[in-house]
């Protein structure tokens, strides 16, 4: 390869696009990104645990991603590492072939950056991982290991996925942007399975146009996984991105719960919608009162029929090695009758109709993403109420950090657009992220 004069090595809190035009005008930083981010990896990994297994090679690769290290939660398969999918049951598995997505970030020239702790199986027995704003403090998840990568500066890009509020509330708790595409964006060949009906593909990353660069390379359809519906395709330049929509009309929902939300985060909240009005959104209150009441109920019924039908068998071979979260959703699920597993999933086809009318007149909603801060301790990964909504109707959804709680962690918002209109959602979280305009920076005790 032709070197140019070297330049610094991009710090740790670039964007994968601020990289990608990095390494357009120095090859030799881009030869050597990804080794530089497995050198500081290894070094705070002692304390961070946000990998179930690095990589042994950081070569680059041709492709658009060239050079981008890309941490892979540890449920989506990986043909030449151990995919544990957070259970010891796989401790030692490695899979036969990538899952889909991970082979289209091998074609793209990606780093596949090795395994990012996942939850049991994504469901809430917690893995080692800690939030590297306070280490006494859960990183949220599902996809710990992924959200807490990105928030360190370990890796400008992860994967990981939703089925309740696993990218949406850790991206929240880390401070960084997360992005929850469309139901049937991303195939999930190759991803375990919590509930099909719900299951997600999403991203990590800093900023809102590194998460549409993912999306736009990353949708696609396969045969073999035959949900939800394509997304029309759309492009990022590397050098203007996505353009921001200018002045949107927002609807802002908080659900009765609303009340139960942290002071703090109530706070950030009013704030971010004074900024957005003073920035010249027009901005009015949708309250959404049906679809509050109805959403819980039946995305829980969903998840747990279907649950049950995938870890019955595993929990009944392996009792010792399965959690009693884990057997409790076995249980829950066992006592869904099917009448009530039907009515859910009618009311699943009933919102995701409905809400486009609803939201007639808005771009897009603006809404919470967790009740709070990272909750203390490890053992819980936070409430997932306020993602329910938009993951059971299958509406891309995006957060954006916005400020710190009493604790020094940090707070989102976040945005939701109509199913299939991933685009006009990242526009109109790119031009938020501009009107708010503020970047949380690397926690300090991971610098």
Same mark, same amino acid.
């Given at each position: 390869?032709?070197?140019?004069?070297?330049?610094?090595?991009?710090?740790?809190?670039?964007?994968?696009?601020?990289?990608?035009?990095?390494?357009?005008?120095?090859?030799?930083?881009?030869?050597?990104?990804?080794?530089?981010?497995?050198?500081?990896?290894? *070094?705070?990994?002692?304390?961070?645990?946000?990998?179930?297994?690095?990589?042994?090679?950081?070569?680059?690769?041709?492709?658009?991603?060239?050079? !981008?290290?890309?941490?892979?939660?540890?449920?989506?398969?990986?043909?030449?590492?151990?995919?544990?999918?957070?259970?010891? !049951?796989?401790?030692?598995?490695?899979?036969?072939?990538?899952?889909?997505?991970?082979?289209?970030?091998?074609?793209?020239?990606?780093?596949?950056?090795?395994?990012?702790?996942?939850?049991?199986?994504?469901?809430?027995?917690?893995?080692?991982?800690?939030?590297?704003?306070?280490?006494?403090?859960?990183?949220?998840?599902?996809?710990?290991?992924?959200?807490?990568?990105?928030?360190?500066?370990?890796?400008?890009?992860? =994967?990981?996925?939703?089925?309740?509020?696993?990218? !949406?509330?850790?991206?929240?708790?880390?401070?960084?942007?997360?992005?929850?595409?469309?139901?049937? *964006?991303?195939?999930?060949?190759?991803?375990?399975?919590?509930?099909?009906? =719900?299951?997600?593909?999403?991203?990590?990353?800093?900023?809102?146009?590194?998460?549409?660069?993912?999306?736009?390379?990353?949708?696609?359809?396969?045969?073999?996984?035959?949900?939800?519906?394509?997304?029309?395709?759309?492009?990022?330049?590397?050098?203007?991105?996505?353009?921001?929509?200018?002045?949107?009309?927002?609807?802002?929902?908080?659900?009765?719960?609303?009340?139960?939300?942290?002071?703090?985060?109530?706070?950030?909240?009013?704030?971010?919608?004074?900024?957005?009005?003073?920035?010249?959104?027009?901005?009015?209150?949708?309250?959404?009162?049906?679809?509050?009441? #109805?959403?819980?109920?039946?995305?829980?019924? !969903?998840?747990?029929?279907?649950?049950?039908?995938?870890?019955?068998?595993?929990?009944?071979?392996?009792?010792?090695?399965?959690?009693?979260?884990?057997?409790?959703?076995?249980?829950?699920?066992?006592?869904?009758?099917?009448?009530?597993?039907?009515?859910?999933?009618?009311?699943?086809?009933?919102?995701?109709?409905?809400?486009?009318?609803?939201?007639?007149?808005?771009?897009?909603? =603006?809404?919470?993403?967790?009740?709070?801060?990272?909750?203390?301790?490890?053992?819980?990964?936070?409430?997932?109420?306020?993602?329910?909504?938009?993951?059971?109707?299958?509406?891309? *959804?995006?957060?954006?950090?916005?400020?710190?709680?009493?604790?020094?962690?940090?707070?989102?918002?976040?945005?939701?657009?109509?199913?299939?209109?991933?685009?006009?959602?990242?526009?109109?979280?790119?031009?938020?992220?501009? #009107?708010?305009?503020?970047?949380?920076?690397?926690?300090?005790?991971?610098?």
């Amino acid at each position: 390869m032709t070197r140019t004069t070297a330049l610094p090595i991009p710090k740790a809190g670039a964007g994968v696009l601020d990289l990608l035009r990095q390494f357009r005008q120095d090859e030799a930083a881009a030869d050597g990104y990804a080794a530089a981010c497995l050198a500081k990896t290894r *070094a705070v990994e002692p304390q961070l645990k946000a990998f179930e297994y690095l990589p042994t090679d950081t070569g680059r690769r041709p492709g658009a991603l060239s050079g !981008i290290p890309v941490g892979i939660k540890d449920i989506i398969a990986t043909s030449d590492m151990p995919t544990t999918n957070g259970s010891p !049951i796989y401790r030692d598995h490695i899979p036969a072939a990538d899952a889909w997505v991970v082979e289209r970030l091998r074609q793209l020239g990606a780093t596949i950056f090795g395994k990012t702790v996942s939850t049991e199986f994504a469901w809430r027995h917690p893995g080692p991982t800690v939030n590297p704003w306070n280490s006494d403090h859960t990183p949220g998840g599902s996809s710990s290991g992924s959200a807490a990568a990105v928030a360190a500066g370990l890796v400008p890009l992860a =994967l990981g996925s939703q089925t309740l509020g696993s990218v !949406i509330r850790p991206a929240a708790f880390n401070g960084i942007v997360g992005l929850k595409p469309s139901f049937g *964006a991303i195939p999930r060949l190759g991803v375990h399975p919590l509930s099909p009906s =719900l299951d997600h593909v999403g991203f990590f990353a800093r900023r809102v146009d590194d998460v549409a660069l993912a999306l736009s390379l990353l949708a696609g359809t396969s045969d073999a996984d035959l949900h939800g519906q394509p997304l029309p395709a759309f492009q990022v330049d590397l050098e203007h991105c996505i353009a921001p929509h200018d002045k949107p009309r927002l609807g802002i929902v908080r659900f009765e719960k609303f009340t139960r939300a942290e002071a703090a985060q109530q706070k950030v909240f009013k704030a971010a919608i004074a900024r957005a009005r003073e920035a010249g959104a027009v901005v009015e209150e949708l309250p959404l009162a049906e679809f509050d009441a #109805a959403n819980w109920p039946a995305i829980n019924t !969903i998840l747990s029929s279907e649950g049950a039908a995938i870890f019955g068998g595993l929990v009944a071979r392996y009792p010792d090695r399965t959690s009693d979260q884990l057997k409790s959703q076995v249980e829950r699920g066992k006592a869904v009758a099917a009448i009530d597993y039907l009515a859910a999933k009618a009311a699943q086809e009933k919102w995701r109709a409905e809400l486009p009318k609803e939201m007639s007149g808005f771009d897009a909603l =603006l809404t919470l993403p967790a009740f709070g801060e990272a909750p203390h301790g490890l053992d819980f990964t936070g409430d997932a109420e306020y993602c329910a909504p938009w993951t059971l109707i299958g509406a891309p *959804a995006v957060t954006l950090p916005a400020g710190f709680g009493p604790n020094g962690l940090p707070l989102g918002i976040q945005i939701v657009g109509r199913y299939r209109e991933d685009l006009r959602v990242l526009r109109v979280a790119k031009w938020l992220e501009a #009107a708010l305009g503020f970047d949380p920076g690397i926690p300090k005790i991971m610098s």
